[in-house]
């Protein structure tokens, strides 16, 4: 004779409830990605703010916890270092030569700055506690 199986045996052991409540976390990480991308866009043509860097901020800190995994953690550092070296050593040049450049594209580097390094900070500090955690 065959047993039925429980419906709460379904995905684990884990009812319905939960697993959509999971999925749609899973879809807050790129959500909070794609907006703050859109909102640097947007705001590079607007003066900035200190309630402006707060949401990118904000931002940041969703992507750096709910869309970067463990194994993408080196990849993703290592660009946020080299966005943030290579564009501040583009300001700094082109402050040295006396080169004007739109004020827009300045603002769009520090709001990705903003964003990105909120997410960087996070993703570092979890490197460092997982580091020093050991075995």
Do not use: C, D, W
């Not at 030569?97 to 903003?114: Q, S, Y």
């Amino acid at each position: 004779m065959l047993k039925r199986r429980r419906k709460s045996s379904l995905h684990g052991g884990l009812n319905l409830a939960r697993v959509k409540s999971v999925e749609k976390m899973a879809l807050l990480g790129p959500a909070a990605f794609y907006i703050g991308l859109l909102i640097v866009l947007v705001t590079a043509f607007v003066t900035p703010s200190r309630e402006l860097f707060t949401v990118l901020a904000v931002l940041g800190v969703i992507v750096g916890l709910l869309n970067i995994t463990a194994r993408e953690s080196s990849p993703f550092l290592l660009a946020t270092i080299a966005f943030v070296v290579t564009a501040l050593g583009m300001q700094m040049m082109i402050t040295f030569t006396g080169v004007t450049i739109p004020t827009e594209l300045t603002r769009l580097a520090a709001n990705v700055t903003t964003l990105v390094g909120a997410a960087a900070m996070v993703i570092a500090l979890r490197a460092i506690y997982e580091a020093a955690k050991g075995k």
